[in-house]
């Protein structure tokens, strides 16, 4: 079915690759989701020097986050607001200071998917360049105490298997999950100079489902006994899952296929 | 794996099921996406009185609605506000009026379905009887004009089967995704007397990718060509799909196992 073709991989000054020549035939792009547009917004001028996106499901969180990353940047006067740059639309919120944007995803694969498509549009309007993607949030870990870091080396599914399962026109595609591991070791450094967490790298298993699908007993349904949870759980940490959350899969998909730096870390939930 | 049993189906009242005998040795039950739960509120007090609960993606949607079905139902003074239940978190909202909740669910299955459960189990320990659940919403339509409305007959998955897959435990389980068909046609009666909207019964395709997963040109990802795309949507529609969303599958099947009427209708992006 791949009758298209698509170029990735980075120039000199990674750019983002679209992966799409049908929108190079059109005349303008309407980023729906975000309320953004190409034939309304000036992209490159709004967000042409962003080097940094975090991405978090909750959107009063990446609010809190891009006040965070101001003060410590030393960006805008302390208490000042920031304006959701989605304000025409209650799917995502996004915010931006300086090279920093912050944009919440909902949960779930399905409702990051849809935000990814449209932040790769969109920084590839702008003309923005080495751009790197951090995933940041919160998730249910394995033998880990509560509180500390998981690093995604890679991304697993519910049956421990780095890859990310697309249906594109009702077949069923295969994407690679790995993730960039220069940008691990560095996020790793970071974590030993600060000093405050307990950080680990292992792999992260993407689930489509936060009940079921994550071995909970506490759902509106449970057809399985506590022992099989418990033995669902021991396979998972003996093939090196440390954390089980809903959105690294695609994440990592579309990052590689975009030629974008990508990475995911997560705070074990208290 | 089905150790445990589900008895579901109803009783007189038609009370809701909880297909998890883990809950009743639960001391406490947390809804931790809509902040409440058994030990902080009176759910019965709250909610006992609930007898339709409209389901639909976007918050600023559902408090639009409760808005137009208070006027409808001449509950409350116009112009006055209608507080969000789950102020407490930003991953859902819901707002009241008389027997009607209006509760939003965010984008795609895994979104919809943590909402379920909790929707569900709240509903249960609220003794809610007789409980109808409609899914309004928006979604993109095959050979139908713009405005029209398409009340589900069946969800259909990707390749056109009316089930829905759910990966519990690491395995893949495949469940009904029949709709209460007298609902369907109470929905269509309604709509022949309002007279306002071209209204069909037709199969509602759920995918798990909005670009992608429904033939879209226009994503940051296309490897496919304009005519597969129109093949995939002929072949969808012979088969009897009429508009593609992507919520009605696991609503389907989490109804049909908790015992409640539910139904899905959708109106057709303009």
């Not at 077949?171 to 960039?180: E, H, Q, Y």
């Not at 449970?222 to 954390?243: D, H, P, W």
Request: hydrophobic share 40%; proline share 3%.
């Amino acid at each position: 079915m791949a009758s298209v073709s698509c170029i990735s991989g980075r120039d000199e000054l990674n750019f983002i690759h679209l992966c799409n020549p049908h929108l190079e035939k059109m005349q303008e792009d309407i980023l729906y989701h975000f309320a953004l547009g190409t034939g309304t917004h000036d992209l490159p001028a709004l967000f042409g020097d962003v080097k940094f996106v975090c991405v978090g499901g909750s959107p009063s969180r990446m609010k809190a986050f891009i006040t965070y990353i101001a003060g410590e940047l030393g960006l805008g006067s302390p208490g000042s607001e920031h304006p959701n740059i989605c304000a025409g639309t209650d799917r995502y919120a996004m915010y931006k200071v300086g090279p920093v944007l912050s944009v919440s995803h909902g949960m779930g694969i399905p409702s990051i998917s849809i935000m990814l498509h449209e932040l790769i549009k969109l920084l590839h309007h702008a003309k923005c360049s080495n751009v790197t993607i951090i995933r940041i949030g919160t998730s249910g870990g394995i033998g880990l105490e509560p509180g500390s870091v998981v690093i995604t080396r890679k991304s697993v599914d519910a049956t421990f298997k780095p890859q990310f399962e697309q249906v594109i026109l009702g077949k069923s595609v295969i994407r690679s999950t790995d993730l960039d591991e220069q940008l691990a070791k560095e996020l790793m450094q970071c974590s030993k100079e600060i000093n405050e967490f307990n950080t680990v790298i292992g792999n992260t298993m993407c689930t489509l489902d936060f009940y079921e699908g994550q071995g909970r007993l506490d759902g509106a349904i449970c057809l399985y006994t506590k022992e099989e949870k418990l033995q669902y759980l021991r396979e998972a940490f003996e093939s090196g899952v440390r954390n089980i959350e809903m959105e690294s899969s695609v994440f990592a998909a579309m990052c590689n296929l975009s030629g974008v730096k990508g990475k995911v870390a997560t705070l074990l939930k208290l």
